[in-house]
């Protein structure tokens, strides 16, 4: 199954895991096919961040969010990602994509996307900022604003010292590609 398969089925199975509730963890079912694997038979980079785009959008579908961008002219927008490889995840092996929302500030979310072997361990993580953009009013939505929306009354806690370097290190890499323009 290529992405659009893998996408169609988490979609057709979305109701059936129940909606989504900041805090908690969106799961999610994958074997490495042949299509998905590099010269060295092991799930490739690529792969990694298709498959952490279907759970983030099974997060956004399973809390409304999808619905009410749609309503509201929004779009949900990457900021951008940062990926670590421990282990690598064979081909026809089963592993699991966990997905959370982590923390946000402003209108900057922070998502992780776990990969996780049969056994329990981390094969990989990919943490990822991304914002809601507002094309009517040509800004991004404050973050609370959209989970309040949503009907969730949670405050998001403090980012930890990796998450601030992240959204440090992606603050200063986008003023940089401004500037190479």
Known sequence: MYVWARLARMVLTARSRGPY?????????????PTDIDSNL??????????ADVGRIDIFLRAGLLGLARKNGWAPMMGGLQAVYVREVRLWKRFEVVSTVETWEDTQVIGRHRFVLEDGQTAALVMTTAG??????RRFVP??????????????????????????SHTGLRKLAKVAT
Do not use: K, W
């Not at 092991?42 to 498959?51: E, F, I, V």
């Open 21 to 33: 509730r900041m805090g908690e963890e969106s799961r999610l079912t994958f074997r490495c096919l």
């Open 132 to 137: 809601v953009y507002d094309f009517r009013n």
């Open 42 to 51: 092991h799930l490739n980079n690529a792969r990694y961040m298709m498959l």
């Open 143 to 168: 973050i609370q604003e959209i989970v309040h929306t949503l009907g969730q009354d949670i405050q998001p806690r403090p980012p930890s010292e990796e998450e601030r370097i992240f959204m440090a």
